[in-house]
């Protein structure tokens, strides 16, 4: 995996990076030297990275939804009934011309170059995204803080900050019990939990936990226990 002090570490996170880089390369390209043919590559590499990155985030969403409406319809809820509509598919936007592989390779590569180039400046720098963070930072004290309000009909958003960390890990309880079971890994804030809803006129209690993750593993401490009242339309 190529590093920079200036790249984020998750995949959202270097879309974002990317399509900064890229929008404001050819305002830059004349005085460091950066070919049209680097240019052009830098911005298809941009948009493609993004629609990939939409694209399995849509898919992630979905299997969310899917496993979601296959556990109520295998185990029910206290009330039976008709089970709802089945989880619409994923609706993809045409993609873009695809790329070779190792755009962020390339485009450090052209980061790299402007940073030693002569006449390099700190703005330039600023305006493209290549200067990382000089603060330090303790990933092992991290503790997620994190309120829920109702949207979408009723369902539950996770609103949380990510805080230089790659993403959070969401538990929940939604059978008053002890336990708690893995949710879902979000790494863009916020996160709506779509479970089905209670039945019209019932209310249920919610409960949920985060926990940081950093370079693939649990880091920090758990957050405090958020609840939720959620009923059904």
Same mark, same amino acid.
């Given at each position: =995996?190529?590093?920079?002090?200036?790249?984020?570490? /998750?995949?959202?996170?270097?879309?974002?990076?990317?399509?900064?880089?890229?929008?404001?390369?050819?305002? *830059? &390209?004349?005085?460091?030297?950066?070919?049209?043919?680097?240019?052009?590559?830098?911005?298809?590499?941009s948009?493609?990275?993004?629609?990939?990155?939409?694209y &399995?985030?849509? #898919?992630?969403e979905?299997?969310?939804n #899917?496993?979601?409406?296959?556990?109520e319809?295998?185990?029910?809820?206290? *009330?039976? $009934?008709?089970?709802?509509?089945?989880?619409a598919?994923?609706?993809?936007?045409?993609?873009?011309?695809?790329?070779?592989? $190792?755009?962020?390779?390339?485009?450090?590569?052209?980061a790299?170059?402007?940073?030693k180039?002569? %006449?390099?400046a700190?703005?330039d720098?600023?305006?493209?995204?290549?200067? $990382?963070? %000089?603060?330090? *930072?303790?990933? %092992?004290?991290?503790?997620p *803080?994190?309120?829920?309000?109702? #949207?979408e009909?009723?369902?539950?958003?996770i609103?949380?900050? !990510?805080?230089? =960390? /790659?993403?959070v890990e969401i538990?929940?309880? !939604? /059978?008053?019990g002890?336990?708690?079971?893995?949710? &879902?890994?979000? %790494?863009?804030?916020?996160?709506?939990? =779509?479970?089905?809803?209670? &039945?019209?006129?019932?209310?249920?209690?919610?409960?949920?936990?985060l926990?940081? !993750?950093?370079? /693939?593993?649990q880091?920090?401490?758990?957050?405090?226990?958020?609840?939720?009242?959620?009923?059904?339309?």
């Amino acid at each position: =995996m190529i590093s920079a002090s200036f790249l984020p570490t /998750d995949n959202s996170g270097k879309a974002f990076w990317l399509d900064n880089f890229a929008s404001k390369l050819s305002l *830059h &390209a004349s005085k460091y030297g950066i070919l049209p043919e680097e240019v052009s590559d830098t911005e298809a590499g941009s948009l493609y990275f993004k629609y990939v990155v939409t694209y &399995a985030r849509q #898919i992630d969403e979905y299997k969310t939804n #899917i496993n979601a409406y296959r556990d109520e319809l295998r185990d029910g809820s206290e *009330h039976f $009934g008709i089970a709802a509509n089945l989880p619409a598919l994923p609706v993809f936007a045409p993609p873009p011309a695809v790329v070779p592989n $190792g755009i962020f390779k390339r485009s450090i590569s052209l980061a790299q170059r402007i940073k030693k180039h002569t %006449q390099y400046a700190e703005a330039d720098g600023r305006d493209l995204g290549i200067i $990382g963070e %000089q603060t330090s *930072h303790d990933f %092992q004290k991290a503790k997620p *803080h994190f309120t829920i309000r109702l #949207i979408e009909g009723g369902h539950p958003e996770i609103v949380w900050t !990510r805080k230089k =960390m /790659d993403g959070v890990e969401i538990w929940v309880n !939604r /059978d008053g019990g002890e336990d708690f079971s893995f949710l &879902a890994y979000d %790494q863009r804030p916020n996160y709506t939990d =779509m479970y089905p809803l209670p &039945a019209a006129g019932k209310a249920v209690v919610w409960r949920y936990k985060l926990i940081y !993750r950093y370079k /693939d593993k649990q880091a920090g401490s758990w957050s405090d226990v958020v609840s939720v009242n959620v009923s059904g339309n």
